[in-house]
């Protein structure tokens, strides 16, 4: 059984913050790109954070550029996402997902329709 847990969430002040956590169970960690998403009431799913396999690899979407570090430990099976400077538009539900690749050649880092397992969220809240 396939498993992602998310934990770290909570409730910070702008400026301060989080360290999110995913641990990975029932499949291959090491041959899986993974990736961060975020999503706030009434809104899409946003990739925010991807990483390759070996953790050569990141993306970010531009908002979170230079505040948020994505990172993985292939030995734990867990992925981590830092976040700093938190502001209060970072507020959502916050997952994470992953994805062996089959057609690299299409596949796009932070589009949550090519990831195919997904935890159940932690949600950050950021007050001003």
């Known amino acids: 059984l396939v498993q992602l847990v998310e934990s770290g969430g909570g409730s910070v002040q702008a400026g301060g913050s989080l360290r999110l956590t995913c641990i990975a169970s029932?499949?291959?960690?090491?041959?899986?790109?993974m990736g961060w998403f975020r999503q706030a009431p009434g809104e899409e799913r946003e990739g925010v954070a991807a990483?390759?396999?070996?953790?050569?690899?990141?993306d970010y979407t531009d908002s979170v550029k230079g505040r948020f570090t994505i990172s993985r430990d292939n030995a734990k099976n867990t992925l981590y996402l830092q976040m700093n400077s938190l502001k209060p538009e970072d507020t959502a539900m916050y997952y994470c997902?992953?994805?062996?690749?089959?057609?690299?050649?299409?596949?796009?880092?932070?589009?949550?329709?090519?990831?195919?397992?997904w935890g159940t969220g932690t949600q950050v809240t950021v007050s001003s």
């Open positions: 997902a992953a994805v062996r690749l089959s057609q690299p050649w299409t596949f796009q880092p932070l589009r949550a329709a090519d990831y195919n397992y």
């Open positions: 029932g499949y291959s960690f090491t041959t899986h790109r």
């Open positions: 990483i390759s396999t070996g953790g050569a690899t990141t």
